[in-house]
């Protein structure tokens, strides 16, 4: 079996742009993340883009607001968990357990975050315990890039994965 989650999607023939248009879609039926403006920048089966311009997001100071930064790596960390569990044709309610954030400068333009795999987490694991349980966990990175390239925000945290048919049977789920 392939772990490779580019040839799993061409031997299945998953359509991510149908599953990045659905995305988009779910973003901007939450009111309070459609006023972000935020919009899926790219995908590559590997890692998840997002972006929003400054605009939208200027502190004070002029920069990027801390709060605009953490929920734009949030959604791109839930994003990207929710595109591989639709890739593997599950259904599953995703939540963030916890997370952490170092803001290492500040970011005077456009925000651009990119969500991808903690370096010791693998999706072919974190689908088969969802299969297998109804329930996984996985570490994801995220990161607000500057202009440059360089990181302006680190975001690190896990992310739980639930069967929707184990939520539907909760009163409060």
């Not at 593997?88 to 651009?112: C, G, H, K, N, T």
């Not at 010791?120 to 996984?136: H, K, M, N, Y």
């Amino acid at each position: 079996m392939n772990s490779d989650p580019r040839a799993l999607a061409a031997e299945t023939d998953y359509d991510h742009s149908q599953a990045l248009h659905r995305l988009q879609l779910h973003y901007q039926s939450m009111p309070p993340v459609a006023a972000m403006n935020v919009t899926v920048a790219g995908y590559d089966g590997l890692r998840l883009r997002l972006h929003a311009p400054l605009s939208t997001h200027v502190n004070d100071k002029g920069c990027a607001f801390g709060g605009s930064l953490a929920s734009m790596m949030t959604l791109a960390s839930w994003g990207l968990v929710a595109l591989h569990i639709e890739e593997a044709l599950l259904e599953a309610e995703v939540f963030v357990a916890d997370s952490q954030i170092r803001y290492v400068a500040p970011l005077f333009a456009d925000l651009d975050v990119e969500a991808e795999l903690a370096a010791d987490a693998v999706w072919p694991s974190f689908i088969a315990t969802l299969r297998e349980r109804g329930r996984a966990r996985i570490g994801l990175v995220a990161r607000a890039l500057l202009p440059d390239g360089g990181i302006a925000t680190e975001f690190t945290a896990r992310y739980v994965a639930i069967a929707k048919s184990r939520t539907a049977s909760r009163p409060n789920g």
